[in-house]
């Protein structure tokens, strides 16, 4: 009795850990989508009101319709993409080159040990410098500078995940393609890379998650409508005078989604890659 | 950060664990004994992966608080920003990120040992 007793406890304590962890890690992110619903008068209301108000979808319109949060999301987009394509396309070659050719004095892995560690370094360090050189070469507050930044950010991460995956490929496959006449890139092309693309799927999605994301460079590198991405368009509209929750809010919740649907649709991949390279499992 | 010790926990074999129960050790002799020393790499990983991301966190502290009230969450980074992008002096701002890449270099190779051991 006693043991059964204690059964239940413990089952109900591996229940309620990690219940608790998602109610802590969820609760920002369901008071915003309820703001971002809520009219103004009742994102103010006290004692606050948790579930029931009146919906309204005001918030929506005028962040997309009467201001320009199209527009940013828009901008958002296109750095995102063509920042991850350009990364992954140099980021691939880099690492089969890596993987596949020996250098001398060992100098191979000590590359990519170069090349992670720019990963390390906090943001902000690089701020300034590439302020100015993107001042100088006059592309402050267009999308290029953004999508030259975010693949310079993105390409170590993306050396460092293809290299695991192209490790695993043996190379008696490559091989095997190229006594049968292939050239090294079209044995790339044709045997390697359709191997490996789960991985480079994954490599893209968190390529793009982290272009969507990025805050620091896209305030420093663009101040104007027509280049602002979603983050800062959002924070832009904590002003002297008013907080716009409620557009912030719906805002946010749009910017959400795409992250929120690619996040669920490589779940399995996201796992395997995050754990790569920190733990050998 | 979750993940990570996951995917730790999910490499640790059962044996030690049978080893464990067979010697009549409780769950917290078990978890502190066994779980914990075996964890110890990922833990370590974790450890140092936070301490380098607070050293460069920006994002929530500028939209939060923007360092305030008066210095009181002020941070090296947003310190750094606030020097070369409210009052342009770019000269100290990037004096002090050398410094910075400095301290972090220091961290990032004592995370790199301990990355090429486990290899």
Not at chain 1, 22 to 39: H, N, R
Not at chain 2, 47 to 58: E, G, S
Not at chain 2, 73 to 100: H, N, Q
Request: glycine residues 6%.
């Amino acid at each position: 009795m006693r043991g059964r007793r204690k059964g239940i406890f413990q089952r109900g304590l591996v229940v309620v850990a990690p219940v608790a962890a998602l109610v802590v890690a969820l609760a920002p992110v369901y008071w915003m989508i309820t703001i971002s619903l809520k009219t103004e008068v009742d994102q103010f209301a006290s004692p606050p009101k948790w579930f029931a108000f009146t919906p309204t979808l005001q918030h929506y319109y005028d962040a997309f319709v009467t201001r320009s949060f199209g527009q940013y999301l828009l901008t958002s987009a296109i750095v995102a993409v063509v920042s991850t394509a350009c990364a992954l396309t140099i980021g691939t070659a880099a690492a089969y080159a890596l993987t596949r050719f020996r250098l001398p004095y060992g100098l191979e892995r000590r590359l990519s040990l170069w090349i992670l560690s720019t990963r390390m370094f906090p943001a902000i360090v690089t701020a300034v410098p590439l302020f100015l050189m993107m001042r100088d070469l006059r592309l402050l507050n267009t999308k290029a500078s953004l999508i030259i930044v975010y693949t310079a950010f993105n390409l170590p991460f993306v050396v460092w995940m293809m290299r695991g995956f192209f490790a695993e490929v043996p190379r008696d496959l490559e091989e095997a393609a190229l006594v049968d006449g292939d050239s090294r890139l079209g044995a790339l092309v044709r045997v390697i890379l359709p191997l490996v693309s789960p991985g480079l799927a994954a490599t893209a999605v968190f390529c793009l998650i982290v272009s969507w994301n990025e805050f620091l460079f896209a305030l420093v590198l663009t101040q104007t409508d027509a280049a602002m991405t979603l983050p800062v368009g959002i924070a832009g509209r904590v002003t002297q005078y008013e907080i716009k929750w409620g557009v912030m809010s719906a805002a946010g919740v749009v910017a959400m989604m795409p992250i929120l649907v690619f996040a669920l649709a490589m779940q399995r991949y996201l796992v395997r890659g995050l754990s790569l390279g920190a733990v050998k499992g | 950060m979750f993940l990570v010790l996951l995917a730790g926990l999910q490499a640790i074999p059962q044996e030690p664990y049978e080893a464990a129960l067979i010697d009549g050790s409780s769950r917290w002799q078990t978890f502190r004994h066994v779980t914990l020393p075996l964890l110890k790499p990922a833990i370590l990983i974790v450890l140092l992966l936070r301490t380098m991301d607070l050293l460069r966190v920006f994002d929530q502290i500028f939209i939060l608080t923007e360092g305030g009230p008066g210095f009181a969450t002020e941070t090296v980074s947003l310190y750094i920003y606030r020097t070369a992008f409210r009052f342009f002096d770019f000269g100290y701002a990037a004096a002090m990120s050398f410094v910075l890449l400095g301290v972090t270099n220091v961290v990032s190779v004592v995370y790199l040992r301990l990355l090429q051991d486990e290899r």
